[in-house]
């Protein structure tokens, strides 16, 4: 990952005050970013100091510590062991241990966690071009909009699904549409069959078949209102004459609910499988892996899953993924936890038979959020190498119960070791108790100094948002707001607006419809990057 100087300059760091108890006595540390105030003035810690706190055995102990950071640095927040002890995001913390406990010997830390604090020096500018496209394409509406580079020309392709929007289940599908880029931001509908759906929720792109082409995995639980029938997922085949929906080749599968999916080579065998991450309940199937032949013919199986995930109608996902975290040659299973039932996103490793086991896994951290809101939810996951070391780290994202937003950064130590480090590496932005949801996040240059910033991708325009994480070049972040900007109409086009590149630039293109003959697209982009340095 590049790391720039020239447009950004901005480093962060890790900083605790740390405090052990060890019979009557409590042992401030204070290293560089901040240091300690005491309500009492009798236990106040300076930078870079070693303090003590004698407490007499047997006599209650109480005063309020205040986290103060230096210039240029912002306090992220505390971590305590026990509960008389110092937690949460807010700098002022009161200290309370009973007379029981200072009388017998005890142990207890807390920690206050500083960052360097970046400032935007100058937010950037925002634009909308007007009338991007039109074309006169057959279609049944616009709910699912997924881009990558289908065809390998260097930019950006697109595909529409669309979804029943009636309050009954519907009798047959709704047809979307692929679009093949041109190189300037107009498109050519793609030949062949169109993606059909009820409700899609993810479109996956791999080479089913091994011609070097790509094809279409799309995930669709159908409608998704009492009495939650199903519904059919669908694979699409690249033909010379145009895409082919071959769905009859994977078992079928009318009532699942299909909510997420994921694609990799879980056999070993050189191709393609899927995994299907359906929920379970009454006359649902649950998930289950789809063993890819070679020629793009599946075959159901579920033995490769863990026996917890086969057993437990209760363990489930809405987001998964199937990526080599380890660098072993076997793809892994990333599961995101679903809050109702368990707090724990897991990764159970792959092995060389292609069988996920229960004591082969890592148990990951429960985010911040998850304790933040209390009902809580993984809806994304994403893999990207944040910090330029070589390894793949992980991104979860996720909503409470009013479909608050939030997200967690889990870096990868290698060893099969992750660490949560949201709090460095992106502050207090990676939650928010007002903003919505984000159906995704993406990786690009959003602000073009050559840098892999983190993007959302759908949500609500209303009210204040996070349009980018922007990149130092070392994985960390700082949030770009949509209340740095007036621009209203381009704030439209990147909430709703799907990311299409073209070479090293990209713009945000909202896709709409007046009916079913015609799409548009309008567009939003950045006409002049962000900048942000280091607070003085």
């Not at 059909?196 to 996956?204: G, M, Q």
């Not at 704030?491 to 590149?501: D, E, N, Q, S």
Request: include cysteine.
């Amino acid at each position: 990952m590049q790391n720039n100087t020239t447009n950004i300059r901005i480093s962060m760091m890790f900083t605790a005050l740390a405090v052990t108890m060890q019979g009557c006595k409590i042992m401030q540390t204070v290293s560089s970013g901040g240091s300690i105030i005491s309500s009492s003035g009798e236990h106040d810690c300076d930078e870079a100091q070693v303090c003590e706190v004698d407490i007499p055995n047997g006599e209650r102990f109480t005063d309020t510590f205040v986290a103060v950071p230096n210039n240029g640095y912002a306090f992220a927040g505390w971590r305590g062991s026990e509960s008389y002890l110092c937690a949460g995001i807010s700098p002022t913390c009161v200290v309370d241990i009973p007379a029981s406990v200072t009388a017998y010997d005890a142990t207890g830390f807390m920690t206050a966690e500083f960052y360097h604090q970046p400032e935007l020096v100058h937010a950037g500018t925002l634009g909308v071009e007007w009338g991007v496209w039109s074309g006169e394409v057959q279609h049944d509406g616009i709910f699912l909009l997924f881009a990558a580079d289908f065809d390998s020309d260097g930019d950006d392709d697109v595909l529409i699904a669309a979804n029943h929007s009636s309050e009954e289940p519907p009798a047959e599908a709704s047809d979307g549409v692929i679009l093949i880029n041109n190189g300037d931001y107009s498109f050519t509908v793609a030949a062949g069959d169109r993606p059909s759906s009820v409700h899609p929720r993810e479109a996956l792109m791999a080479d089913f078949n091994g011609d070097g082409e790509n094809d279409f995995f799309i995930a669709d639980h159908g409608f998704d209102a009492d009495p939650f029938p199903g519904g059919s997922n669908q694979l699409l085949l690249w033909t010379a004459q145009g895409y082919e929906h071959i769905s009859d080749r994977m078992p079928a599968d009318t009532s699942g609910f299909t909510h997420n999916a994921a694609v990799g080579d879980v056999d070993g065998d050189g191709d393609v499988d899927i995994l299907v991450a359906n929920t379970k309940g009454d006359f649902i199937e649950g998930p289950y892996l789809l063993l890819n032949d070679g020629a793009a013919r599946f075959t159901t199986d579920t033995d490769r899953l863990p026996n917890r995930v086969r057993a437990d109608d209760n363990y489930y996902a809405w987001a998964v993924d199937l990526v080599d975290l380890d660098d072993d040659g076997h793809v892994d299973l990333l599961m995101g936890s679903f809050g109702d039932r368990t707090s724990e996103s897991f990764i159970y490793w792959g092995t060389e038979d292609g069988e996920f086991r229960d004591d082969v896994v890592t148990e990951l951290e429960t985010p911040e959020f998850f304790h933040v809101f209390g009902n809580y939810q993984v809806i994304s996951t994403a893999v990207h190498d944040l910090n330029g070391d070589g390894l793949l780290d992980v991104v979860l994202g996720g909503y409470d119960g009013d479909l608050r937003r939030g997200m967690q950064l889990l870096i990868n130590g290698g060893d099969r070791i992750f660490r949560d480090e949201t709090r460095q590496r992106v502050g207090h932005s990676a939650w928010s108790q007002t903003e919505l949801w984000h159906t995704e996040v993406v990786f690009l240059d959003f602000n073009g100094d050559g840098t892999q910033d983190i993007v959302p991708q759908r949500y609500n325009p209303n009210g204040d948002n996070v349009l980018a994480w922007l990149n130092d070049g070392t994985g960390h972040y700082v949030a770009l707001k949509s209340t740095f900007f007036l621009e209203s109409e381009a704030l439209w086009r990147f909430a709703w607006g799907v990311k299409i590149r073209e070479g090293f630039q990209f713009k945000s293109v909202e896709f709409f419809s007046d009916d079913t003959a015609t799409i548009n697209a309008n567009a939003a982009g950045v006409l002049s990057g962000a900048v942000i340095t280091l607070a003085e």
